[in-house]
């Protein structure tokens, strides 16, 4: 079974500096997906950005990138000119290729923009 | 475009009675939708996968006859919690694939009180 985990509970930055949050994942699987999802206060879940195993080149939206190492099985999410509006609990999660669409999530790491 | 719903948003119930939450695909069709559970500052935790036109599977735990799940047609899944107690308090958020497409779409949730 795939596991995802995310060894920062909580994390602090300063409006405007850049912050990196961490996740690996366990999978004998060569084809799957990799997500990161924000939640806000709201709780509405917010797809921040998605990668595919196959492709070696790094995803990135706007101010949102990731660090891919698929040999390492690590899939970090840097945030860029972190805003107020980044504050919330962000989720790491895996999709095994066709296998239904199902989600694992890893345990979240609450994020907290200072001013 | 890919918009779910939830109905409704919050509910508070008697505890023995039962309490439907409706999800609904606004603007696609979806074969698949997913409902979890989560707990206040914890992940997503998977409950039951619900495809349309056939029995739900449920995951490992979860008692399929307190938690029926219905997936009537392309755009619209209930999830009825039956004689609801305390425990089963919670805030409860479902998720749609449209199509042949992989990426889960999620509802903005219920936040169900069984008092």
């Known amino acids: 079974a795939q596991t995802v985990t995310q060894s920062q509970p909580e994390m602090s930055v300063q409006e405007a500096e850049t912050v990196t949050l961490s996740c690996t994942y366990d999978?004998?699987?060569?084809?799957?997906?990799l997500f990161w999802y924000k939640q806000p206060p709201s709780r509405q879940m917010i797809l921040v950005i998605r990668q595919e195993a196959y492709k070696q080149q790094n995803a990135t939206e706007n101010r949102f990138s990731v660090n891919f190492q698929k040999a390492a099985k690590s899939f970090s999410l840097k945030i860029s000119d972190s805003q107020l509006g980044d504050t919330a609990m962000y989720f790491c999660a895996f999709m095994k290729h066709w296998a239904g669409n199902k989600l694992v999530f890893g345990a979240g790491t609450i994020l907290r923009v200072k001013s | 475009g890919a918009v779910v719903s939830q109905h409704p948003s919050r509910v508070i119930c008697k505890s023995g009675t039962s309490v439907k939450i409706e999800c609904r695909s606004l603007d696609f069709q979806a074969t698949t939708m997913f409902w979890y559970r989560q707990f206040p500052k914890q992940s997503l935790m998977l409950m039951a996968t619900s495809n349309e036109g056939s029995k739900a599977t449920y995951e490992q735990g979860v008692e399929k006859d307190k938690f029926l799940i219905n997936h009537a047609s392309l755009t619209l899944s209930t999830l009825t919690v039956t004689s609801a107690h305390p425990e089963d308090s919670s805030f409860y958020i479902c998720s749609a694939v449209p199509g042949l497409a992989y990426e889960q779409y999620f509802g903005p949730g219920t936040r169900l009180t069984v008092t």
């Open positions: 999978t004998s699987e060569n084809n799957y997906y």
